[in-house]
């Protein structure tokens, strides 16, 4: 868990996690979800959907955008649950972490949860 909000999933597979199912889960989840009415494209891996990422603590969920072009790049959605409220940010997801770590304004309920930098937590 990175700053006591973000959980991030490592890639790699562990006998308790399997990244691969969470992504199928979460997918499953949101095309299910009444919310999802609320998001500006279809949740699913073709061009221009969204690929749920990375769940908050603070009620946000962090989806990758598909780019439409094979040569066009990722960009980050960040969805308020219960709410119609999202922000694209015209951004890698590396340079929307950066940013997140650094303080800056990424997420739609913006709160600085690290005012003395960066932490994480590993998860069991």
């Known amino acids: 868990m990175i700053n006591g909000q973000l959980y991030l999933k490592h890639p790699a597979g562990h006998l308790l996690h399997s990244l691969k199912e969470n992504i199928r889960d979460d997918l499953e989840f949101w095309r299910e979800e009444d919310m999802a009415e609320f998001l500006p494209s279809e949740v699913g891996g073709r061009p221009g959907e969204l690929i ?34 999202w922000a694209l940010h015209e951004m890698t997801f590396s340079d929307w972490l950066l940013a997140y770590l650094g303080g800056e304004d990424v997420t739609v309920c913006s709160r600085n949860l690290a005012p003395d930098g960066p932490f994480y937590e590993p998860l069991p």
Do not use: I, K, N, Y
Request: aromatic share 8%.
């Open 52 to 85: 749920p990422a990375l769940p908050a603590t603070t009620g946000e969920m962090v989806f990758l955008r598909v780019p439409g072009e094979p040569s066009s790049p990722w960009r980050v959605l960040v969805h308020e649950f219960d709410s119609p409220a």
